[in-house]
């Protein structure tokens, strides 16, 4: 996690690579392999003020034939003067069969468990339709929505004057149905540089989250990429007094493998 200034100094130093957009886009990925890639970033800052940040995340992919199975799990611990601001992790699993054109149906699991949001944990199953948009081998873009049952556990966190947590109250767990909505957005200008764009929704009773991230990715070796994201995820309703939105920018190392 990284401050926004370190952030866009890192995405001006990359928007040279833009200027080679080219038509060599990547191929398509390969069926009946699992594709995987990892990605990790650290920050450590001492002097006036100290700060540390670790993010990690792990995607696991395989198509077969009209299939298609992901799952990811990612982390985040971030520290400052040394007291823990930041502590999250979260994984999802989505699979989904693509009927024939670009319509696909789609059953998916998340579970999300952070210490600062003000919700203990959010877990929700979720199923129904969606659509490709476009699907060239440069750009693709889909879209899908479903409906799903949510459970989750609010809790109420109080913070001494300097930010150390000195209590925690976890509040009755809630059940609703939901809504769920996402977007999924690629385009590869090159082989070596593609902008992706993320998407979620989940919108119930108890709470409405919204997470969206964008990434700029630039390929180093046929393994090694560099990513620089920022992402934002709003929760509609944590318990007082908590703020809605979160962001987080990153810098991140992504290995294939």
């Not at 990892?38 to 940040?53: C, V």
């Not at 459970?151 to 947590?165: F, N």
């Amino acid at each position: 996690m990284l401050n926004n200034r370190v952030f866009y100094a890192a995405l001006l130093a990359l928007a040279p690579v833009l200027s080679a957009w080219g038509d060599d886009a990547p191929p398509p990925p390969p069926q009946g392999v699992l594709i995987g890639k990892g990605q990790f970033g650290f920050l450590s800052a001492h002097g006036n003020t100290d700060a540390e940040s670790l993010n990690g995340k792990i995607d696991l992919l395989r198509y077969d034939g009209p299939w298609k199975n992901e799952f990811s799990l990612e982390g985040l611990y971030g520290e400052s003067s040394g007291i823990t601001s930041a502590e999250r992790w979260e994984t999802r699993a989505q699979s989904s069969y693509t009927f024939s054109g670009n319509v696909y149906a789609f059953g998916g699991l998340r579970y999300e468990h952070d210490l600062f949001d003000g919700f203990e944990y959010q877990a929700s199953v979720s199923a129904g339709l969606g659509y490709k948009i476009l699907d060239s081998d440069s750009t693709k873009l889909s879209a899908q929505a479903g409906v799903g049952y949510r459970s989750l556990r609010p809790e109420t966190i109080i913070k001494d004057p300097t930010g150390v947590v000195i209590s925690r109250t976890p509040l009755d767990i809630e059940n609703d149905p939901i809504l769920t909505a996402g977007v999924d957005f690629l385009h590869a200008f090159n082989k070596s540089t593609a902008l992706t764009n993320k998407f979620l929704m989940e919108a119930g009773s108890s709470n409405v989250l919204l997470h969206d991230e964008i990434a700029l990715n630039v390929k180093m070796s046929t393994k090694l990429t560099l990513s620089v994201g920022y992402a934002i995820t709003d929760n509609t309703k944590p318990p007082a007094p908590l703020k809605q939105i979160d962001t987080v920018a990153t810098v991140n190392l992504v290995f294939a493998f």
